[in-house]
């Protein structure tokens, strides 16, 4: 793996996690296809999107991050760790984690704490309205 963009410690640290998730560099499918979408001419008649297929597992990435082949190369190997490890780890991975807190964020809150939340919010604008300077009366 030729990968000129990266520096070499990150270049290792990726060869690391792809040993120990057990993939060998031998078995992975790797393509080439034309780019497409915003980046003007060159993107759109060269060959930089990278697929990536690992049969053992099914896996299949495609990576088009980048204008260069060699950084699309190395985010697709990137990308294919993460899923790999998210298949291991199951409900432990980042990956299911971080969406797993959208969706208690977006979650519809009860009657109960629409009230509450309605409630703090009367009494921090009577504390504001509190703070306000003292108009004079015009009698």
Do not use: W
């Amino acid at each position: 793996m030729n990968i000129a963009p990266v520096s070499p410690e990150k270049r290792q640290a990726l060869e690391q996690r792809l040993r120990e998730l057990g993939v060998l560099e031998n078995t992975l499918v790797e393509k080439f296809v034309l780019g497409s979408g915003s980046g003007g001419q060159k993107v759109n008649k060269s060959s930089t999107c990278v697929y990536l297929r690992h049969p053992a597992s099914g896996v299949e990435v495609k990576c088009q991050a980048s204008r260069s082949r060699e950084m699309n190369r190395f985010l697709a190997r990137r990308e294919l760790c993460e899923r790999l490890a998210e298949r291991m780890e199951g409900a432990r991975s980042a990956r299911r984690q971080a969406a797993e807190k959208i969706r208690r964020q977006k979650r519809r809150r009860s009657r109960r704490q629409r009230q509450i939340t309605v409630e703090q919010k009367r009494q921090h604008g009577a504390k504001k309205a509190a703070r306000r300077p003292v108009s004079p009366d015009l009698d």
